[in-house]
């Protein structure tokens, strides 16, 4: 499970599954900090792979500080966490192996190709098990059971299932052919099969989350939103699972390079920030004026639909294969109290509650036309008083149905005030 000592580890960009993947560096540890050489073949290219940070230069890159475990930003990204990280670490347990003693580089090396995006590692140090069980209740409960610090025979399978997985919620990675039958493998989906996640509930959360965040996805998409295709799925043990297919798969057999926001600009998640800073990072990045925009209906989305889970691992970009890069589409968005009470991101200094004014002095600070604000925050308005439609149409019980259409009462009464 460890990497030899003095090994590096070598990180390709595998767009194709039929074509070699493109070398896109060596790293090695020390003094704590990840040094990265880029591989000629990138510096060629070039591509920007860390999106913003680590130019594809010549010479040794080291990773700027110790917040990503001593790596890079957009190489941490590749990292399981939250739930990921937790099957993980009751996998390796059982082999023997205790997770705080691995290095971020043996962390990157037990990923190998089974990461989020493109990026995929060498050597790969941890073979998935074999999958045994598709019954996606039974896989609920057992998520259930690991949450609670218990584990049955299910706990390989959604170790295997979990991939690159971060987030608090447990969830699994599966494909769908285009029956909508399910399937699952070692690696990658199988041949004709789209890549999905599909979500369970954590411990903390209502039990209809799935209807909850597929209302939500139907709002947001009424909110003029970019969202992936989604579905929920049925349970015969309760309302449902959400489902929604990878963005950094976009057909089966192909990839796209994915960096976080926390990734591109070094911020960690767990730190409060701003929405300033989410918009000119993707100014930076993708240099589309459409981006742009889009960030800011998000912002303005998160605040009248109470999603203050925000942080900087909720937003993504994607790169292609020609090195091009676009905002990701929205994720994970759900109804959210958020720490405190509070956004990760606040507007313009405002984090509890948000208003027109703060929200008209970001988007002019960013020279997005009055008319373009205006017709947005009335888009995403018109779309959040439509929560009792959405609610229903998924199945949200009447207790969230009601609680959910308060909040976002109090938000708009204090938003126009």
Do not use: C
């Amino acid at each position: 499970m460890r990497l030899a000592p003095g090994t590096p580890l070598t990180a390709n960009l595998s767009f194709e599954e039929d074509q070699a993947p493109l070398p896109a560096g060596r790293l090695a540890m020390a003094g704590g900090l990840a040094q990265l050489e880029w591989a000629p073949e990138l510096i060629a290219a070039p591509m920007l792979v860390s999106a913003l940070l680590y130019p594809p230069e010549p010479g040794l890159h080291p990773a700027r500080g110790r917040d990503f475990d001593g790596l890079h930003g957009f190489l941490a990204d590749s990292l399981p966490e939250g739930w990921g990280y937790l099957v993980m670490r009751r996998r390796l347990s059982k082999l023997g192996v205790a997770m705080e003693t691995l290095s971020a580089l043996d962390r990157l090396a037990l990923v190998g190709d089974h990461g989020r995006g493109a990026l995929t590692y060498r050597p790969a140090t941890a073979p998935p098990p074999e999958v045994d069980s598709l019954d996606l209740d039974a896989l609920a409960a057992e998520s259930t059971a690991i949450l609670a610090g218990h584990e049955g025979e299910l706990a390989d399978t959604l170790a295997t299932l979990a991939g690159g997985s971060g987030g608090a919620r447990p969830k699994v990675h599966v494909g769908f052919d285009a029956e909508g039958q399910i399937s699952v493998s070692d690696g990658e989906t199988a041949a004709g099969h789209e890549a999905w996640i599909v979500k369970f509930a954590a411990t903390n959360d209502p039990p209809d989350i799935g209807p909850i965040e597929a209302a939500y996805a139907a709002m947001a998409l009424a909110a003029g939103l970019d969202m992936a295709p989604y579905r929920l799925l049925p349970s015969n043990t309760g309302p449902g699972y959400f489902a929604t297919r990878r963005f950094d798969r976009p057909a089966p057999g192909k990839r796209l390079h994915m960096v976080s926001l926390s990734g591109a600009v070094e911020a960690p998640w767990r730190t409060p920030t701003s929405y300033d800073l989410f918009l000119r990072a993707t100014q930076a990045i993708t240099r589309h004026a459409d981006d742009l925009h889009a960030a800011f209906r998000r912002m303005v989305f998160n605040v009248l639909a109470s999603n203050r889970d925000d942080h900087t691992r909720q937003h993504s970009y994607l790169m292609d294969q020609t090195g091009q890069w676009r905002l990701a589409p929205a994720y994970d968005l759900t109804y959210s109290a958020g720490p405190g009470g509070e956004h990760y991101l606040d507007v313009e200094g405002e984090g509890r509650n948000p208003t027109l004014e703060h929200v008209l002095a970001l988007g002019r600070r960013h020279s997005l036309p009055d008319r373009l604000i205006h017709a947005t925050i009335d888009e995403v308005r018109a779309a959040v008083a439509d929560w009792p439609r959405f609610a229903d149409e998924a199945g949200v019980s009447k207790a969230s149905r009601a609680e959910i259409a308060t909040a976002h009462q109090a938000v708009a009464q204090r938003f126009s005030a």
